[in-house]
């Protein structure tokens, strides 16, 4: 086999940890700074509405596999209690910049990341799958850890409109680097959505382990990747024979 001409990460899980974070205190925050914005709104109200959109959604995000935003899951929710506004409403944007501002505080680089992703940049192209739904937190943090110099494409299925395990968004991944699902690394935590989806996409495949599957997970999934690891620095060790 060819020496591969990328490798593409996940990032949640597999690059980065998220420690210390708490839905419930976000959701607050959510609900502060619409106030903030000039929403006239009662908490428990608009905390049931939000829930409510956010469980409707999750239908269509799981079993269809197409990516909706969190400012769609917030205008839904608005508009439940009486009000007409869109997604696209900066005042719903800024509200959620403050919603997710602990979650982007609560990342921190797993050990090996850094050294890893260096050794694949000088080696080969470097490209991010990223299923989140809202993209700035994905370029934010990417820029507080200094990664962003290090990747020839990044993808988030916010922007894309698809979701791992879809075909496609891995299919434009791919498009975006310039390379053949035959020639590249898919490195990623999750059997499913990133192992189970990149195998059915003919790239060759690296679980790692992290703090939400473990390789009893991947076990009980029945997800054969080409390799599975416990951490980063495993994948560093044995990077000559991952990318052939």
Known sequence: M???RAVIFDYIGTLVNCKSYTMEASRLK???SLIDEGFKIEK???LEAY?????????????????VTNAIWVADALNEIGFNVSPDDTRIRSALN????????????????LKLIKKVSEECKVGLLSNFTYAPVVYCSLRNFKLSRFFNAIVVSEQNGWRKPSKNIFKDTLDKLGVEASETVFIGDNPLEDVKGALDCGLKTVFVASQFYSIVDLSRSHVNPHFSVLDLGRVYEKFVEIIG
Do not use: P, T
């Open 2 to 4: 060819a020496k591969s």
């Open 30 to 32: 959510l609900y502060n």
């Open 98 to 113: 403050v919603f997710f501002k602990d979650y982007v505080d609560s990342l921190s680089l797993r050990e090996g990341a």
């Open 51 to 67: 829930i409510k959109a956010h469980e409707k959604y999750r239908v269509v995000r799981f079993e269809q596999l197409r990516e």
């Open 44 to 46: 428990d109200q608009f």
